[in-house]
Structures are given as structure tokens and as C-alpha cells.
């Protein structure tokens, strides 16, 4: 194993013991995922006289994931802060491309992992509130109650998915 594949293991395992147990997954895991993404692609880079590529590679990771999971899902409500900074560790550990890979693998996965949850508790209902409250455009004196559900060790199997296969990007 590479260092960024232990540091993404362990990491990923932390967080979702930490999410599973307290439904968060804490800043200074994920602060310290990116920070070492950072330095280590930047070693990977010195290695192979691209410093500066490697260093690219985690702040672009980082800032893809960032866009996409911290602009654009967690406006739309559909990931939580702590989902958003453990994508944009994943990012900066292993690039934009499979990051990105890990959420198309993560967003397959999370589908019927849900459905199942959902089912299990006897909250599928809330489901198609929420999807008609979101249709009436949000509107405050009308939000249905939240399910929440722990999300890290979804990411985690999409992340290992995405590093184990080269199938969907």
C-alpha cells in the first residue's frame, strides 16, 4: 500500500466510526486528510520533478470536490458539512478524477443503502414529503421532519470502489 492509501483507509474508517457513533465527522480529521493530500502529493510530485503538479493535484482535488459536494449538494440540502469536508479530503488525497469517481460510486451506492434505512425505520413517507416540499420550492412553515442518516461509510465504500476500478470515469 501507498502512503495516500493508508492515510485514506484509516481515515476513512476513523470518520466512520466517528459519524456511525456521533453523527459527525470532525473537522480536525478532516483538516488533517487534506493537509496530509497536500504534502504528500507534493512529495509524489517532487519525486517525479513535478512539485508543482503535485501540489496541484490536492488544492484541484480539494476545490472540485468543494464545488461540487460544498456548493452545489450542500445548498441543495442533500449533504451535511462534515459529508462535504471528508470529499474534499478524499480530493485532496487522491485527485479530482477519483474523487469524483468515489460521489458517482458513493451516489450509487447511497441510493437503495437509503431506501433500505429508510424502509427499516418506517420512514419512506418522509421521502415524498420531503420530495413535494421541495417541489413547492421549500417554503419554511412546511418542512417535514429530517432524516438523517450517516453517510461516512457510504463514501467510504464509494471511495474504495472508485480506487479498486476504473469503470466509471
Given at each position: 500500500?501507498?502512503?495516500?492509501?493508508?492515510?485514506?483507509t484509516v481515515g476513512l474508517i476513523l470518520?466512520?466510526?466517528?459519524?456511525?457513533?456521533?453523527?459527525?465527522?470532525?473537522?480536525?480529521?478532516?483538516?488533517?486528510?487534506?493537509?496530509?493530500?497536500?504534502?504528500?502529493?507534493?512529495?509524489?510530485?517532487?519525486?517525479?520533478?513535478?512539485?508543482?503538479?503535485?501540489?496541484?493535484?490536492?488544492v484541484i482535488g480539494i476545490g472540485v470536490?468543494?464545488?461540487?459536494?460544498?456548493?452545489?449538494?450542500?445548498?441543495?440540502?442533500?449533504?451535511?458539512?462534515?459529508?462535504?469536508?471528508?470529499?474534499?479530503?478524499?480530493?485532496?488525497?487522491?485527485?479530482?478524477?477519483?474523487?469524483?469517481?468515489?460521489?458517482?460510486?458513493?451516489?450509487?451506492?447511497?441510493?437503495?443503502?437509503?431506501?433500505?434505512?429508510?424502509?427499516?425505520?418506517?420512514?419512506?413517507?418522509?421521502?415524498?414529503?420531503?420530495?413535494?416540499?421541495?417541489?413547492?420550492?421549500?417554503?419554511?412553515?412546511?418542512?417535514p421532519e429530517p432524516t438523517v442518516l450517516?453517510?461516512?461509510?457510504?463514501?467510504?465504500?464509494?471511495?474504495?470502489?472508485?480506487?479498486?476500478?476504473?469503470?466509471?470515469?
Amino acid at each position: 500500500m501507498t502512503a495516500v492509501e493508508v492515510v485514506l483507509t484509516v481515515g476513512l474508517i476513523l470518520a466512520s466510526i466517528s459519524d456511525v457513533r456521533t453523527g459527525l465527522i470532525r473537522n480536525n480529521l478532516t483538516g488533517s486528510l487534506m493537509l496530509i493530500g497536500i504534502v504528500l502529493n507534493a512529495r509524489i510530485g517532487f519525486d517525479t520533478g513535478d512539485l508543482l503538479g503535485g501540489i496541484a493535484t490536492a488544492v484541484i482535488g480539494i476545490g472540485v470536490m468543494m464545488l461540487v459536494h460544498g456548493i452545489v449538494l450542500f445548498n441543495l440540502g442533500v449533504e451535511r458539512g462534515g459529508d462535504v469536508k471528508l470529499f474534499m479530503a478524499i480530493g485532496g488525497l487522491v485527485g479530482w478524477r477519483e474523487a469524483a469517481e468515489a460521489s458517482l460510486w458513493t451516489a450509487i451506492v447511497y441510493i437503495p443503502v437509503s431506501l433500505a434505512i429508510l424502509a427499516a425505520r418506517g420512514r419512506l413517507g418522509n421521502l415524498l414529503a420531503t420530495a413535494r416540499w421541495m417541489a413547492r420550492g421549500r417554503p419554511a412553515d412546511s418542512a417535514p421532519e429530517p432524516t438523517v442518516l450517516r453517510t461516512a461509510p457510504v463514501i467510504a465504500v464509494g471511495a474504495a470502489l472508485a480506487h479498486l476500478t476504473t469503470t466509471l470515469m
